[in-house]
């Protein structure tokens, strides 16, 4: 992190700003697996783990932070489970000036924070907060937003279109069929059950290219791919039992 922390977002520690990029944390601090995504306000960050779970830290008395405590966090802090909202599988974050949006694996919209923003003339506009039923008031906690807002949209990260743009090669041997045999770390472990399933059905649609697909199953991403295609790629296969 790097910038202006007057009010603790950036969860070094300090209030103090940070000219150059100042180390956080990584698997040792965020779940034992490392964080995903961040997303920054002016007042308050979100930090998203590959485990699901969400972070805090910031100014809290605009509530952004999902807490009841008014006093600013400086260091990132698990977001407590409350009575409607358990802090995890979820699957992207956003932070707005004064509130802030989870989204779930299954589609669902939290957000919590201020329901009014007050400019420096005075004047009020809606927070962003979503909620027909709140009335204006503040929503402390995260509170689920109605389906009906949405039409029935599915809404998050996990599509299968996105995915299988933004993890190519893990797609490709997916496809391929070599799902079962890639291990720890490879899609299989950290596709949702839903995106598999969609996988499974609609995998003819694909026509992926067998050397790209062979590339993946070794762990060579993109840099490395780019160098080997330079050059012509001729695969040889063997099976010790019979020889072919």
Not at 131 to 139: Q, Y
Request: glycine share 14%; with cysteine.
């Amino acid at each position: 992190m790097c910038g202006f922390g007057m009010c603790g977002q950036l969860g070094t520690g300090t209030n103090e700003n940070a000219l150059i990029p100042t180390r956080v944390g990584g698997s040792d601090r965020f779940g034992g697996e490392g964080v995903r995504m961040i997303a920054c306000s002016n007042k308050h960050s979100l930090i998203l783990g590959t485990d699901n779970r969400v972070w805090i830290c910031g100014k809290a008395c605009h509530f952004a932070l999902g807490i009841v405590d008014t006093v600013d966090m400086l260091e990132p802090t698990l977001l407590p489970d409350v009575a409607k909202f358990t802090n995890g599988n979820v699957v992207t974050v956003a932070a707005g000036k004064k509130h802030s949006v989870f989204v779930m694996q299954d589609g669902t919209v939290y957000t919590c924070g201020r329901a009014m923003n007050q400019s420096h003339s005075g004047f009020e506009s809606p927070g962003g907060l979503g909620h027909l039923d709140f009335e204006g008031a503040n929503v402390v906690t995260p509170h689920a937003l109605s389906l009906a807002l949405f039409g029935g949209a599915r809404i998050g990260h996990w599509h299968a279109c996105s995915w299988l743009l933004t993890h190519e090669q893990e797609s490709l041997a997916f496809i391929m069929g070599l799902h079962s045999r890639l291990g720890v770390g490879c899609a299989h472990s950290i596709m949702p059950p839903e995106l598999i399933q969609h996988l499974l059905k609609y995998h003819m649609q694909f026509t992926p290219t067998p050397h790209k697909g062979l590339l993946a199953l070794m762990g060579l991403y993109p840099r490395e791919l780019q160098c080997v295609l330079k050059k012509p790629v001729q695969v040889g296969l063997s099976c010790v039992g019979c020889g072919t």
